[in-house]
C-alpha cells in the first residue's frame, strides 16, 4: 500500500559491510537520521580479509567471535563481477587494480569502499564499536511507535554507551558463525579440527593427512590449493553425486580422495566412515557452512533462529509483531546479492518514512505459515529456508516498491558461470566464455550511463584509497 506520510526516523543500522552500507544509504536517501556501527576498523563486513586468526575459536563455537570475515587468502568471486554490484553503481574495471574477471577478495573490498567514498557513507560510521545488546524500550507495551536501545561499546576505550532509536536494521551477514555437523566422538578427537572460518592458507598443514567435511564451494577451494602441500586430502561429500567438475579433479590427482560422510571419531586418530571405509588423519576442516546469530539481539522470543530458520520473517525481511521499526537485510542466501540487498533497503526506508505499509499482521503470518508450508512439502530441510535460488522471486519482492527487475543478462550470465564452474572447476573463472552475454550488457543504454556516471564520480573521489 502506498501513504502520502513522509517521516524521518532515528535508525541505527548494524554492520558496514555491503547489506548495510547500501541499507545506509537508501535510509539516508529517504530523509531519515543514520548511524552505522561497524565492529572493525574498515568497512566491507565479510570482505574486510582478515589474516589474524589464532586466538579464534578453531571450532567457532563461541557466540561472541574474535574473527567477523571468513575469507581465506586466495578467495576469488564464484559470478562475473559484472553482476555483482549494485545497481546504480557498477563493479568496473579499474586499471592498477585486479582486472579480472572473477577477481580476488581484495578488489571487492575496494569496490565497497569506493561505493562508501561515492556516497559519502563513512560520516555515518562509528568503526570499532561492537553492539552487545538491542532491546524494545518500555516492554511489554508494545505500541507502533516502538522504539529501541542500543546498548554499544568502543573496542579500544571499551566505553559502553546506551541510546535509543526508532529503528534498527539488522545487517551483520551470515558467513562467520560456523555451521557444524554432529557426528558422534568429535568431542572426544585429540587431533586438530578446525572449521573453514579460520582457514587462511596451505602451508600450516604441509605434509599432513587431512579430512575435508563438505563439497559445496569452500570445500572444493580448499581442498584443491590444499593439493599442493597435503600428503594426502580426504574430501568427505554428502552425495557421491558430485559434479563433473569436482569429478574431474578427483580423478586428475592421485592424492585426493573422495569418500561419503563421516560416521564416527576416535581418539586414536581414525576417521570411520559410512561405508566402512577408515584414515588415521592429523586434521579435519570442516567446510560445513555458517549459521545465522544474533546474540545481541532481543526480541522476546518474537524472532528466534531455530535450526538457521530465522523468524517469523515476512518476506526474509520484517517480523510481523515488530515491524517496521526492526528489519533485517541480507538474510536470503543463493541469489544475486548486492540488488537484492539493494531492494531490501528500498523498501526499509520506505516503509520508515510512510511512503508505504505492510500488510496487517495476520496477512504477514498467513504469507510466512504458507511460504514455510511449500519448503515443508518440497522435502527442503528447515536449515534450507533461507535458500531462494530463484528469480522470480527477487523481481516479485522488487516490485513491492517499483524496484526494476533484475536484467536478463544479469541472470543468464549467473547462470552460465554456475554451469561452467560444474564442467571446468578448476578453469572457469580464467577461460569464461560469457563473452556475447557481457557484450549486450555492456552495450545497452542503462549499462553505458551508469558506467559514464560512475566516471563522474571517481572524478571527485580521492586518488588512492589503501586498505
Not at 561499546?153 to 558467513?175: F, I, L, N, Q, R
Not at 518476506?315 to 540488488?339: D, M, N, Y
Not at 508505504?356 to 503470518?365: G, I, R, V, Y
Request: proline share 5%; net charge negative.
Amino acid at each position: 500500500m502506498v501513504s502520502s506520510i513522509n517521516l524521518s526516523k532515528n535508525v541505527c543500522v548494524i554492520g558496514g559491510g555491503p547489506s548495510g552500507l547500501v541499507a545506509a544509504r537508501e535510509l539516508r536517501k529517504e530523509g531519515h537520521k543514520v548511524v552505522v556501527f561497524e565492529q572493525n576498523h574498515d568497512v566491507g563486513g565479510q570482505w574486510l580479509y582478515e589474516p589474524n586468526v589464532e586466538d579464534e575459536d578453531p571450532l567457532g563455537r563461541h557466540n561472541f567471535l574474535k574473527v567477523h570475515s571468513s575469507i581465506y587468502a586466495s578467495l576469488r568471486l564464484v559470478s562475473p563481477r559484472e553482476i555483482m554490484g549494485f545497481t546504480d553503481f557498477p563493479f568496473l574495471m579499474k586499471k592498477g587494480r585486479d582486472m579480472r574477471r572473477f577477481p580476488g577478495h581484495k578488489e571487492l573490498l575496494l569496490y565497497l569502499k569506493d561505493f562508501c567514498e561515492c556516497f559519502g557513507l563513512k560520516e555515518l560510521i562509528r568503526f570499532n564499536v561492537v553492539v552487545e545488546n538491542v532491546k524494545m524500550l518500555d516492554y511489554p507495551i508494545l505500541h507502533k511507535d516502538l522504539r529501541w536501545i542500543v546498548k554499544s561499546k568502543e573496542k579500544t576505550t571499551e566505553k559502553a554507551v546506551e541510546e535509543v532509536y526508532d529503528a534498527v536494521v539488522v545487517a551483520t551477514g551470515h558467513y562467520s558463525k560456523p555451521r557444524l555437523p554432529k557426528i558422534k566422538g568429535m568431542d572426544a578427537w585429540r587431533r586438530k579440527q578446525i572449521h573453514s572460518h579460520i582457514y587462511r592458507v596451505p602451508e600450516p598443514f604441509r605434509n599432513e593427512v587431512l579430512v575435508v567435511v563438505g563439497s559445496s564451494l569452500s570445500g572444493q577451494d580448499i581442498s584443491m590449493e590444499l593439493v599442493d602441500v597435503a600428503k594426502e586430502i580426504h574430501l568427505s561429500a554428502k552425495s557421491i553425486n558430485i559434479s563433473e567438475g569436482l569429478s574431474k579433479v578427483v580423478s586428475k590427482y592421485d592424492k585426493l580422495y573422495l569418500h561419503p560422510q563421516i560416521d564416527s571419531l576416535h581418539e586414536d586418530g581414525r576417521v570411520l566412515f559410512i561405508d566402512g571405509s577408515w584414515l588415521i588423519a592429523d586434521t579435519i576442516i570442516y567446510c560445513t557452512g555458517y549459521s545465522y546469530s544474533f546474540p545481541f539481539l532481543d526480541t522476546k522470543g518474537m524472532v528466534v533462529v531455530d535450526d538457521d530458520r530465522v523468524g517469523p520473517l515476512y518476506e526474509h525481511t520484517f517480523p510481523p509483531s515488530l515491524a517496521p521499526s526492526l528489519s533485517f537485510v541480507g538474510i536470503p542466501r543463493k541469489l544475486i546479492g548486492f540488488p537484492f540487498f539493494e531492494c531490501q533497503a528500498k523498501w526499509i526506508s520506505q516503509l520508515l518514512s510512510g511512503k508505504t505499509t505492510l500488510p496487517s499482521f495476520d496477512e504477514m503470518m498467513q504469507s510466512i505459515e504458507e511460504f514455510y508450508y511449500s519448503r515443508d512439502v518440497a522435502g527442503i530441510p528447515k536449515h534450507n529456508t533461507h535458500d531462494l535460488a530463484d528469480f522470480e522471486y527477487c523481481d516479485k519482492y522488487a516490485d513491492y516498491i517499483g524496484f526494476p527487475h533484475l536484467e536478463e543478462w544479469r541472470k543468464e550470465l549467473c547462470l552460465s558461470a554456475l554451469k561452467s564452474s560444474d564442467v571446468n572447476l578448476e578453469t572457469y573463472r580464467d577461460s569464461y566464455e560469457g563473452e556475447e552475454m557481457l557484450k549486450e550488457a555492456y552495450e545497452s543504454p542503462h549499462f553505458i550511463q551508469l558506467k559514464a556516471e560512475a566516471f563522474i564520480h571517481e572524478a571527485h573521489m580521492p586518488t588512492s584509497m589503501p586498505i
